[in-house]
Structure formats: C-alpha cells, structure tokens
C-alpha cells in the first residue's frame, strides 16, 4: 500500500493531518442543516479515508431524499478513548455521527449494552457522554447521551 502523498509531491501525509482533515469534514457534515451539503462532506470525507488505499470510491448517483440517512455517517480513523465509570476502554473511531460512533477496539468483554460512559476521540474539542448499544466483536456502537 503507498502512503498517502501531499498534493506537492513533498512526501508523505502524516497520520495526525489526515486525521484533522476527517475531524474538520466529519464536523462541517453534521454542523449543517442543509441534506446536500452534509452529504458533500461526507462524501469529501470518504474520498479522504480511502486515499492511497485504493482509488476514490465511484459515485454511487444520489439517492433519493426520502432514503437519506438525517445524519450521515463519516469514515474517521483516530484514537478514542470511552471511559464506562472506573474503567477505561481504549481504541479506534470507525465512524461518527451526529447521533453517535462506531468504536473499534480489543474485547469488549464486560461492556453491557445500556452502559453510559464518556467518550473522547483525539482531535475533538469536548468529549460527549455516550450509552452503548451495540456490542460486535472489536467493536461498540454507541450514541450520545443528552
């Protein structure tokens, strides 16, 4: 796999850019009421999580408004951390949205569905309170809590 370059050819895109770069579309996608234009980050976001992977994902045409997701979900990578009261969980984002996270991580065995933690992913200015929901292998869904 090539490490992803910068547009000036003056080597490659440290980890901790790219990841700022997700934040920041990941945010402008869901500070926005605007359906088309959530979606144009989201897909800006995509092309920026599969850069130097493999090549930009084609356009899948729109889909119709009705079938649009109210908050869409953005491909970012970076650490987080969920703390579910003495303990803390540590891993990676997979994906955020306005209403919660995927979060990849070893385990999770003790974590119960209907857990409320805090979650806190690097780059993010506040940490949000989160409930977990779904619990895979290597992997707890959560949404915010209000």
């Given at each position: 796999m090539e490490p992803v370059t910068m547009a000036d050819g003056a080597g490659p895109?440290?980890?901790e850019e790219l990841n700022a770069k997700l934040i920041?579309?990941?945010q402008a996608a869901l500070n926005t009421d605007d359906?088309?234009?959530?979606?144009?980050?989201?897909?800006?976001?995509?092309?920026?999580?599969?850069?130097?992977?493999?090549?930009a994902p084609?356009?899948?045409g729109r889909r119709p408004a009705t079938e649009r997701r109210r908050f869409p979900r953005v491909p970012v990578r970076s650490?987080?951390?969920l703390a579910?009261?003495?303990?803390v969980i540590r891993g990676e984002t997979i994906n955020l949205s306005r209403t919660g996270a995927c979060f990849a991580?070893?385990?999770?065995?003790?974590?119960?569905?209907?857990?409320?933690?805090v979650f806190s992913v690097r780059g993010w200015v506040e940490d949000r309170a989160a409930l977990v929901v779904a619990l895979e292998p290597g992997q707890i869904r959560l949404t915010w809590s209000v």
């Open positions: 895109v440290p980890d920041a579309c990941w359906p088309d234009e959530s979606q144009r980050w989201v897909d800006m976001a995509e092309w920026l999580a599969h850069r130097g992977d493999q090549p084609a356009s899948t650490t987080a951390l579910l009261g003495d303990r991580c070893t385990g999770p065995e003790g974590v119960e569905v209907g857990a409320v933690g």
